[in-house]
């Protein structure tokens, strides 16, 4: 509220989650790093000042590794960090409809944020979108967001200029705002990009101004939202109010391991051990599935199959649920289990499958489920056979019919033994003997 | 509190008074004269109110309502007050003392001890208006700190005192709302920026009071005033709750009729806390128990103690009045056994120039939240820029304009290095030539 009298205090766990940050962009931590005020007025800002770190920040000097999804052309990038530093977040703004009155909430003033700036390195929209979901997934690994853009937990404006083929200098940069997901973040800034190229082809490059401009989801375009006359001279000055953050290297080194693998090494990993680049994406993209199908592993599943059932069955579960992961009752360890009795032939891939839809909605063992309804799978050639002249014998017509010409009555009759069978006949087996006795050979 | 406006107007020749041990306030002649029951000079009043109160020789009310007479008597006089407290409520107070004294409950040390509070400090149930018109009526939702500290020991507060708007000045004509008079010799100013709390308690409205000291707003209303006040080091008292004036310099001082009176008020208020990250972590040592009384004291208690007396400050361009002040205290600190040995501090002159650059600076941005929107006096107006523009411009006095354009300036763009970082720099030196001069007298 900026109230008289009233004082900041550091809240330690913004200290905890910058260096964690830091450590996973693979920055340089600044040892001691201070605060600054940097000075404006806004409704928003009540005390007149945020405070910030303008300077020197908590981390400089990092970069993000990443690979871009393959409908997107694929690929390795890595994009530089220029700065992570802390500072508090200001009230928030809510416009009237018809702009007679705006009200100031200012339950967030406040907060303390992380602010993380790039190196000018992204040359697409989907290079800078890939680039924010990667730090999403990054911050929701460390545990210190849950990067929800639509919440506001995590915020992105973007800076985009460019220059004629073989020019080193940058050109003139424009500020676009209003981004609330990767795909506008995508779609804003190629926006961006053409409507600057279009002008420079016009010979209008000197209408390309310094300024911030608003991206408008609906018209999907960038308009001026207010003109930039030059840099704002914020008046920044140390924070009298609050002393020097000093990390000591044991609180950094207790800090790095305490890290969880982070989603880089992840996909190295995932990839060294032979998975497509599609699969590591999907594993990789959320850290619970990530533990998910590390842990069927360790429970001694294959790799590929474990990977199949997850980006497959189990996908297609949560996404028709609404679940995330840990809210499925199927455990890895069950997963596994499952894996490796369909894998020994103990039951059908079809039972397979029938019993995954129970056990993830109701969990309960694979050992379990196979006994209490009989599931094992019938491969005795003798018993198929049996069954098979059963069927055969039922269905003289049909077979009349298949020696006919209508060879195709062989899935009816492979339907039936199935049916009688209750679904545990091998499949592969039943069709061998089937064809046999169908084809006269026994 | 030194001020680059007003030249001191009232202070042609103040005569030097020393340490007096009267009590003679003829200008007041017609006031009532303190309950006489146990104050004797040198000795703690508010040692003395404890031991009455508890050996029953007086009432919390009974005392309670000696100031407040006073107070009543006095005030049309010297204007001490922006604000006093309902005189029901604080005899109620008193009273609720008096009932657990009676039960044989305990009461805290400052129990029944009036205390007047500066207006710059923020008290929950009293406006706070800091001296200026842009926080007319503001009522703060806490306690300062040290406020909060003083009433859980029992201490019952009576007012909030006049001071310069926001701490800037050095007469207590800078404020507001009115000009405080020094009960001394009304037509002359009590000094500022914490004059109304020099003078009240000066005049006995309360028997001690809080003020703020960023340049020697403490310090100086104290000399002026004839009462002791001490200025802590920064950091020894927390600063929440005192309206920010400069961050970096600004600290809660005590105002008393004695010295161990100012000492006890000091420990009470002293210590770490935890709503204020530049308060002193470092424990606080119970001082009043080393108070010695004058009258115990051997001839020459001082024995041995080196003073440096430095030069700069007795040189040609200060005033005859103040050169013989303190070498009149000069002498009396050999008198009582002292080393005494002039010294130079060469960045001596420093220190003033920097002061004004941080201290403008700082403030420049302390002062940026009074713009009308969330509190005090907001001027009416269609357009953002324009509210801000009105409400500060009716709401702060010449006095503060003039600082924060000056701090606004010392910031800007370009500025930076050659004034605030160099002033920090100028404090830095003082600092170590200070410290060094210090171990060349130890030494």
């Known amino acids: 509220m900026g109230l008289p009298g009233a004082l900041p205090v550091l809240n330690s766990k913004v200290i905890e989650f910058a260096v964690k940050l830091g450590l996973a962009l693979n920055c340089k931590l600044s040892l001691n790093s201070k605060f600054d005020r940097k000075q404006y007025f806004y409704p928003d800002l009540p005390k007149g000042y945020q405070i910030s770190q303008f300077d020197i920040p908590i981390a400089t000097g990092g970069y993000v590794d990443l690979d871009l999804p393959l409908e997107f052309g694929g690929g390795h990038r890595k994009f530089g960090i220029t700065r992570v530093h802390i500072e508090e977040d200001a009230g928030k703004l809510l416009h009237s409809g018809n702009g007679d009155y705006s009200q100031v909430d200012l339950n967030r003033a406040g907060v303390p944020l992380l602010e993380i700036v790039s190196e000018p390195d992204m040359r697409t929209g989907i290079e800078a979108a890939e680039y924010a979901a990667e730090l999403q997934r990054v911050v929701r690994y460390l545990g210190i967001s849950n990067g929800n853009m639509q919440e506001g937990s995590l915020r992105c404006d973007v800076n985009v200029s460019i220059r004629p083929v073989g020019q080193s200098e940058f050109g003139t940069k424009v500020e676009i705002k209003n981004l609330n997901s990767f795909s506008s973040i995508n779609r804003a800034i190629d926006f961006e990009i053409s409507r600057q190229a279009l002008l420079h082809s016009q010979g209008q490059s000197d209408q390309i101004v310094q300024e911030t401009r608003l991206w408008e989801e609906g018209a999907q375009k960038t308009v001026t939202m207010r003109k930039k006359e030059g840099l704002s001279d914020y008046r920044y000055f140390p924070e009298p109010d609050l002393p020097e953050v000093i990390l000591t290297p044991e609180y950094v080194d207790s800090i790095s391991n305490s890290l969880p693998e982070l989603p880089e090494a992840k996909r190295r990993r995932y990839e060294k051990m032979g998975l497509s680049m599609q699969d590591v994406l999907f594993l990789a993209n959320d850290m619970n599935v990530a533990e998910y199908f590390d842990a069927t592993l360790s429970s001694g599943a294959d790799i590929k199959l474990a990977a199949n059932w997850i980006m497959g069955d189990i996908a297609a579960y949560m996404k028709n649920e609404k679940l995330s992961i840990n809210d499925i009752k199927l455990t890895p360890q069950e997963l596994a289990e499952l894996i490796a009795s369909i894998k020994s032939g103990t039951i059908s891939g079809k039972i397979g499958k029938e019993i995954l839809s129970e056990l993830l909605a109701k969990g309960g063992t694979v050992k379990g489920l196979i006994e209490e309804k009989d599931l094992i799978q019938i491969a005795d050639p003798v018993e198929i056979g049996k069954m098979i002249d059963k069927v055969i014998s039922e269905n003289p017509k049909q077979l009349e019919q298949y020696r006919g010409g209508k060879t195709k009555l062989q899935g009816f009759f492979a339907g039936q033994v199935m049916k009688l069978s209750k679904g545990k006949a091998n499949p592969g087996l039943l069709n061998k003997i089937l064809l046999e006795k169908l084809n006269g050979q026994s | ?443």
């Open chain 2, 1 to 443: 509190m030194l001020s680059t406006i007003q030249p001191p107007r009232y202070l042609s020749r103040f005569p030097l008074r020393g340490r007096t041990k009267s009590r003679s306030f003829h200008i007041l002649s017609s006031a009532q004269p303190v309950t006489k029951t146990c104050f004797a000079a040198d000795q703690s009043q508010i040692l003395s109110i404890r031991d009455s109160l508890l050996n029953r020789h007086l009432s919390a009310v009974e005392l309670t309502h000696s100031y407040l007479d006073r107070l009543k008597q006095t005030e049309p006089h010297i204007n001490c007050f922006l604000h006093v407290s309902d005189p029901d409520k604080v005899l109620k107070q008193a009273q609720d003392i008096d009932d657990k004294i009676k039960r044989n409950e305990e009461v805290g040390p400052l129990a029944g001890v009036l205390v007047a509070i500066k207006d710059n400090i923020c008290t929950a149930d009293m406006p706070s208006t800091g001296g200026s018109y842009i926080l007319e009526g503001y009522r703060p939702p806490f306690d300062a700190t040290a406020v909060k500290r003083l009433k859980d020991l029992g201490a019952i507060v009576v007012g909030k005192t006049n001071l310069d708007e926001f701490g800037m000045g050095s007469t207590t004509e800078a404020s507001a709302f009115k000009v405080t008079a020094n009960p001394w010799d009304l037509s002359r100013v009590p000094g500022g920026s914490s004059g109304g709390s020099a003078a009240s308690v000066s005049a006995r409205q309360c028997v001690v009071s809080l003020g703020s000291d960023t340049g020697g707003s403490v310090r100086q209303p104290a000399s002026f005033c004839g009462v002791v006040g001490l200025k802590p080091t920064y950091g020894r008292v927390s600063r929440f709750g005192l309206m920010a004036y400069a961050s970096s310099l600004d600290v809660i001082g005590c105002f008393g009729s004695s010295v161990a009176d100012t000492g006890i008020l000091l420990h009470a208020i002293s210590g770490h806390d935890s709503l204020d990250a530049t308060s002193s972590k470092r424990e606080v040592p119970d001082f009043t128990s080393q108070f010695t009384y004058a009258s115990s004291l051997k001839s020459r208690p001082l024995e041995g103690l080196r003073v440096g007396l430095i030069r700069e400050t007795v040189d040609a361009g200060v005033d005859s009045g103040v050169k013989s002040a303190i070498e009149g205290a000069a002498a009396h600190l050999e008198q009582l056994g002292c080393v005494l040995k002039e010294v130079s501090l060469l960045s001596f002159s420093l220190g003033l120039p920097a002061y004004y650059i941080l201290a403008s600076s700082e403030s420049s941005s302390n002062l940026s939240r009074y713009d009308g929107v969330r509190y005090g006096n907001q001027a009416s107006s269609d357009e953002l820029n324009a509210l801000y523009e009105e409400s500060r411009a009716k709401g702060f006095g010449s006095e503060v304009k003039m600082r924060i354009l000056m701090g606004t300036y010392a910031l800007s763009a370009g500025y930076y290095d050659a004034y605030y970082k160099r002033a920090q720099q100028c404090q830095e030196i003082l600092f170590l030539s200070d410290h060094s001069l210090l171990r060349r007298l130890w030494s």
